[in-house]
């Protein structure tokens, strides 16, 4: 092992929090592991580490070789650590077994980090000296269910994803994982429908939120039983009633009533990551068009709403005509009459985490245009609720006074926050621990009267 390399590899990611690279933006420290080329090959080398298939090679004369073994390809290089810009810090073991090593750390035969014994801080290895010392720095937040990306790289649809995609310990943080390929009706070759408990990271969906898993938990049950399966398809795949349907729009249409789970683009879901820095702030930058954390009260303290819950509880009183009329008429026209049809195109109203959410931002020539008058609000409740919706930072609804209320979950920040990621790591004994509180010189004296 190079002991005086990985000496300098580690004790650059527990300074910094992970390796700095040469580059500067997220997608170029992701171009640089995967560039094709032909590559030369050696017989006694690919007997021991599998077949030698591309490599890349850097102004210095570093090389990455990647070869190809038992149907797993790896990447395997002693001559320059590569960043994986995807993981900001360590949220519990991150063991091997956990996390793919396969595509951003060196050949198992090689140094590289591991967990072998599911250390709490994460992946680490052995440096000269026998010192033990981790690999990432803990994550301050660590209660979330999520776990936490570079918001850099957010919403992951142009970046390789498929070495955690599918893992089971991710796949076991979710409740009620479905799996959309369990049809209980003979359904077309032409309807798009997927085939593995897995994040996906295509489609609206992953557009606006980032990378998803199709689930049918309580609240996705509760909402079929309310709604119905014919509102449901009305919604997810509207036929013009002047206009015939295509021959796919009418495979689609009739997939949903029959057996919506298996319809790849009308699913229940909830996502799979959240932002490691949108999950630790605590006000909103004005003008960021996207949100990405974990976050599930208001700024009055109360806990938000499922969405599928709101869009369940307004349908139900639209069709019904309650006394609760007026509120859920408005929400209505905001929500599910708005031009742009975001809330049903980006399937947020199928969502069923109890979740902040940014709302797609809307101007106030968009608000004064999108106005036609009602009966049942006037149009300064109209304005006012577009405006915190729209406009302001992420929120949700809220139950309030039998009715919804939607809140806002961050104040809007003065300046723009400094966020600390981790959680400083310092030597104890032949290992490392998270640091203790500093003692001032002062420390007897506190509590104390002092003369």
């Not at 038992?70 to 810090?89: A, I, K, L, Q």
């Not at 072998?116 to 979330?144: A, M, Q, T, Y």
């Amino acid at each position: 092992m190079n002991f005086a390399l990985k000496s300098l590899i580690v004790l650059a990611i527990v300074s910094n929090g992970f390796i700095r690279a040469t580059v500067n933006s997220f997608y170029e420290k992701f171009a640089n592991v995967s560039v094709p080329d032909d590559c030369e090959t050696n017989a006694d080398s690919e007997e021991i580490f599998g077949q030698r298939i591309n490599y890349y090679s850097d102004d210095t004369g570093n090389v990455f070789c990647f070869r190809k073994i038992n149907g797993v390809v790896r990447m395997s290089s002693t001559s320059r650590p590569f960043e994986d810009p995807r993981f900001m810090c360590s949220k519990g073991p991150m063991s091997c077994s956990s996390y793919s090593m396969k595509r951003i750390l060196p050949d198992e035969y090689e140094n590289f980090c591991r967990n072998p014994d599911e250390n709490p801080l994460g992946p680490w290895c052995h440096v000269e000296g026998g010192l033990k010392v981790p690999c990432f720095e803990p994550c301050r937040l660590s209660s979330s269910d999520f776990v936490c990306l570079n918001r850099d790289g957010f919403p992951y649809t142009d970046v390789e994803m498929s070495d955690i995609f599918d893992l089971p310990q991710l796949i076991g943080v979710f409740k009620n994982v479905h799996l959309m390929y369990e049809s209980r009706f003979v359904i077309r070759l032409e309807v798009d429908r997927l085939s593995t408990k897995s994040c996906i990271n295509k489609g609206n969906i992953a557009s606006f939120f980032g990378p998803w898993i199709s689930v049918f938990d309580e609240m996705a049950k509760d909402f079929v039983k309310i709604i119905g399966r014919r509102v449901l398809r009305d919604l997810c795949a509207p036929i013009d009633t002047i206009e015939p349907p295509s021959r796919s729009q009418g495979i689609h249409h009739d997939a949903i009533i029959e057996d919506e789970l298996t319809v790849a683009d009308c699913s229940f879901w909830r996502r799979c990551f959240s932002s490691c820095q949108d999950d630790l702030s605590n006000c909103w930058k004005k003008g960021i068009k996207g949100y990405y954390g974990s976050k599930t009260a208001t700024l009055s303290g109360k806990s938000c709403l499922p969405w599928t819950q709101v869009s369940s509880e307004i349908l139900k009183m639209i069709k019904s005509n309650s006394t609760s009329y007026e509120t859920f008429h408005l929400y209505h026209d905001l929500l599910f009459n708005d031009p742009s049809q975001f809330f049903v195109e980006s399937r947020l109203f199928m969502n069923t985490e109890s979740s902040c959410m940014l709302l797609h931002r809307r101007d106030d020539s968009d608000m004064r245009s999108s106005f036609t008058g009602s009966s049942s609000y006037t149009k300064g409740t109209w304005m006012t609720e577009f405006k915190k919706m729209f406009q302001e930072g992420p929120g949700c609804f809220v139950k309030h006074n039998k009715t919804l209320q939607f809140e806002s979950c961050y104040t809007e920040c003065e300046k723009t926050p400094e966020i600390v990621l981790t959680k400083p790591l310092c030597p104890e004994g032949n290992t490392y621990s998270i640091c203790k509180p500093k003692r001032g010189d002062d420390w007897l004296k506190r509590g104390r009267k002092v003369d």
